[in-house]
Structures are given as C-alpha cells and as structure tokens.
C-alpha cells in the first residue's frame, strides 16, 4: 500500500468487522501508513469508541449480527458526527449501494477488495476530511477577523504589505510575492488566499525548490495510470487539486525552463494535460508565486521567459527583510514569546532591556524564521521568568555550530557553504561547481541549516544575482 501524502497521517481510522482476519489485517495495514488505527468487532462497540473519542473515517462491514454496517452509518449521521464512512461487503448489490450512498456514505467497496484501491479510497476521504476541517477553521477565523493577525509589524513596511493583501485579495490577479528566505511569504500567500472569494476552496503550495523536473511535472499536471515507472494508479496534480481555489508556487525561480513552458500554457489556456495522458482538463485557480531570487534579473540572463514573467508579475507586493525594519523586532520577539510559552506551559514575564537591545542590534540574515528559533531556544534554556541577553545565541547567518572533530558531515558542510559564498548564494552556479543537482544541494542547504552571512547578504554580487536562504 502507498504512503499517505502530506498531513493525512494525522488522521484516525476506525476498522468495525465481525470476522476477526479481516479487521486485525485493515488495522495492520493502515498502521503500517501511518495513520492512527483502532477497531471495533460490532456496531455496539463502535459507538461506544466514536462517544470516546473523535474518529476521522469508519470503514464498517455492512453485513454484521445484530446492528449492520447501514444502521451504524445512520447513527453516525443522526449524532451529527464528522467521520467519513466506507462501507465494505462480500455480498454487493445495486441495491444496497444506492442507499448507502444515498444515507452519506462516502464510499462502497465489495470483498475481496484490492489493497491498493482501498488504500486510494481512504486517501481521497481523508482528503475531503482535511478540506472540511481546514474550512471550519477559515470560518472560525474569519469570524474573530484574525486572518491579517500572523503578519507581525508595526513598522511602515508591514502596514504597507498589509493594505497591499487585503488591495488584491479582493481580485483575481496573479500576485508575485519577492522577498529573503524566512521573511514570511507563505504567510503573505495564506491571508491573501483567506481573504479572497476563493477562501472556501483549497490552498494547495507547492515547494518547487524541493522537486526534481520530473516529479515537479507530476506535481503539478498530474499522471494517467503507467505514464511512468511506479504510477500505479491516475493521480490528480496540484492544479486538478486546487480547483476553485489557490495555488501557491513557493520558490518559483527553481523550475526549469521546460516547466516554466508548460505553465505558462497553463496559465493561458487554463487547461492541463496530465503526464502520460492527451485529454485537456480545464481548470480554475489563482496564482500566488513567490521569490526570494532577483527575477527581472534571471529574465535578462535567460534564465527565466519573458512572457512567464510578465504573466506572474500582475501585483507585487514585496517582503522586507527584518534587518530593513528594526522596530518590529520587539513585537516579532514578544509574539514568538508568547506563543512558545504556552506551548510549554510556563509563564514569562518579558524581556530585560538588555537583551531588547540584544535582538534589535542584531541583522538577522535569516529574517522572522531565525528570530523564532532563537525566541524558542532561549524559552527552553531560561532558569528565570524574564528573558535575559545571556539566554541569546545569535549566529553570524550559519544556524549550526560548526561539527566536531574531522568527520564528514563537518568537511561538507564547511565545503558547501564555501561554495555557495563564494558564488553569492546563486544555488544553480553552487551545485554546477560541486558537481551535483540543484534539488539535492536544496536538501542538504536544508539538512545542515544553512544560512547566508549578513557580510554575503549585503554584497553588491547578491544584490545583482539573487539570493538564496
């Protein structure tokens, strides 16, 4: 069976089944996914597990003695509760599934079934599942008016960057989001999405730094069932995914050329062929795209089209970096303050004027996300109920203390940060020089922590090239 994909292995199951082999095989194989699996031997006994506890999806035998799978669907309904059901039997008939399927049931399946095929069915009501909870939370927040209260700032700036959200958010126009590493563009995409009419449909982000040209176009179109080695089955892309709703290419300067052709068709046809397939699905999305990398630049170097370009750069809002606007630091550093205490259940009073002073000095090469993990480290080293300058452990843009010894996760770490300075942080001339691909240079960037000095970060070579965090 495959491997859940994203957050779905978050989610509960609930295996009901008389026969013993049956029910002991589905908790054995939806445990060995990842998901969190319980199971019931009756429908009595299901009950009393869904009034214990919250079940995101029963799977249920129909036919079981006494309570039968149909009644347990009908209590599930009549309790209002939220789990998804798919119901299972060795004896089908049309009958049978037209009211199941009439009475809520999200799916009906007939024994023996194909592991695969109910792996795939559980995938995709979890899917609507995560969907529903994702709303009711959009809801929730929308009713506090809380979508704009993640963008942290008092300065100037930030009340620019969020007039310009709530501006566009109202449209439907591509919106370019430019920025470092760690300034908080995912954020930016988030709230224009919530506050879009778009709110009530997916968000769907793709990390196009983390993908490979072959994985990233399957990604994104789709693939028909062996378009390639390992497609067991038709899989719907990101664009199929997002219908209605919101992509958001995060790292959009790391698709190849190739790629940046076939969206760009996209884009202007709204329409998509899946990998392997010849059928031209329409679509309907917004575009949300984001940077960190100079490209009007890259457009002159021939390293990013023209037309795409000109396609994603409808309304720009641009991200500055937190070395740009020293008054937020204090407001970044209490929320962070606050939000961590109560994840740890202690109580902190504030900060020492002292290491106020501390944080605001500091350049912070990378941005929001290295001022929360320093907020978060010194909460966890602090022996006192204020924050003092000594609790501080600021970097000089290299998150990790170098590694001990001479082993040789020190040597390439070491290494490749050399060679990604040297070449002012430009991942694609870095990996060209060490010998290996842009993706896996990303993970190992990833892996060590790797951050720019504030010396490269403020080099006229970065400026003109791009950066990369």
Known sequence: MSEPSGP???????????????????????????????????????????????????????????????????????????????????????????????????????????????????????????????????????????????????????????????????VDSTVLVEGRSGTGKELVARAIHRLSPRRFHPLVVVHCGALTETLIESELFGHEKGAFTGAQHRRKGKFEAAMGGTVFLDEIADISLKTQTDLLRVLQEREVVRVGGTQAIPVDFRVIAATNRNLEQMVKEGLFRADLYYRLHVFRIYLPALRERPSDVPVLATHFLEKYSRKMGRHFHGFQRAALDKLSSHAWPGNVRELENCIERALVVSSEPVIRAEDLVLGEGRALAPLSGYSLECVEKNHILRVLEEFSWNQTQAAKALGIDRVTLYHKIKRYELKQSAKALSSPEAAVKGTRG
């Open 8 to 170: 779905l292995d978050r989610f509960s199951i609930l295996v009901v089944d008389d026969e013993a082999v049956v029910r002991d095989s589905l908790q054995e194989w939806f445990s060995q996914e990842g998901y969190q699996v319980e199971a019931a031997a009756s429908a009595p006994e299901a009950l009393t597990a869904l009034a214990k506890s919250e079940f995101d999806l029963v799977i249920a035998d129909i036919r079981m003695p006494g309570m039968d799978g149909v009644e347990l669907l009908e209590k599930i309904q009549a309790e209002k509760l939220e789990a998804a059901v798919i119901l299972i039997t060795g004896y089908a008939s049309v009958e049978s599934a037209v009211r199941a399927l009439k009475l809520g049931a999200f799916d009906y399946l007939t024994k023996p079934f194909d592991p695969d095929d109910l792996s795939a069915v559980v995938r995709n009501a979890l899917e609507r599942q995560l969907l529903r909870r994702e709303n009711r939370q959009l809801r929730d927040q929308l009713a506090s008016g809380g979508v704009l209260s993640e963008i942290i700032g008092v300065s100037e700036a930030m009340r620019k960057v969020k007039e310009q959200i709530e501006m566009v958010a109202a």
